[in-house]
C-alpha cells in the first residue's frame, strides 16, 4: 500500500533551520504531484508548498516564499523541505501528500490522495 513517511522535525531556535525529508512507497512516486501542509490546533491543514511530477514548477504560501524550498528526487522516491529562518509561528505538525491530479502544483487538499502521518517542528523564540 502507499506510504509516506515523514522525518527531519524537531526543535530549533528562531533563525535556525530544517530540512524535512519525506520517504514515498507503494506508488509510482514521479507520477505524482507533491505537496507540503502544515496544521496546528484548532485550525484547518494550511498548504505550504507543493511542486510537480517533474520537480520543475514549484509554488509556495506567501508567508514562507523566500525561507522555504520544495524539492525532490524522484530516483530516490523522497520529497525535501528546506526550512531557513525559521519563526516561532512556524511551529506545527507537517504533512506531505500526493496528488495524482495530473502532472501541474495542486495547492488544495482536496487535490491530493495520500497523507503522511506528520512530523512536528517547533520552533522556540
Known amino acids: 500500500q502507499v506510504q509516506l513517511v515523514e522525518s527531519g522535525g524537531g526543535l530549533v531556535q528562531a533563525g535556525g533551520s530544517l530540512r524535512l525529508s519525506c520517504a514515498a512507497s507503494?506508488?509510482?512516486?514521479?507520477?505524482?504531484?507533491m505537496g507540503w501542509f502544515r496544521q496546528t490546533p484548532g485550525k484547518e491543514r494550511e498548504f505550504m508548498a507543493g511542486i510537480a511530477t517533474n520537480g520543475a514548477s514549484t509554488d509556495y504560501v506567501d508567508s514562507v516564499k523566500g525561507r522555504f524550498t520544495i524539492s525532490r528526487d524522484n530516483a530516490k522516491n523522497t520529497l525535501y523541505l528546506q526550512m531557513n529562518a525559521l519563526k516561532p509561528e512556524d511551529t506545527a505538525v507537517y504533512y506531505c501528500?500526493?496528488?495524482?491530479?495530473?502532472?501541474?502544483?495542486?495547492?488544495?487538499?482536496?487535490?491530493?490522495?495520500?497523507w503522511g502521518q506528520g512530523t512536528q517542528v517547533t520552533v522556540s523564540s
Open positions: 501528500a500526493a496528488s495524482y491530479l495530473g502532472l501541474r502544483v495542486r495547492i488544495r487538499s482536496n487535490e491530493y490522495s495520500y
Open positions: 507503494g506508488l509510482t512516486f514521479s507520477s505524482y504531484a
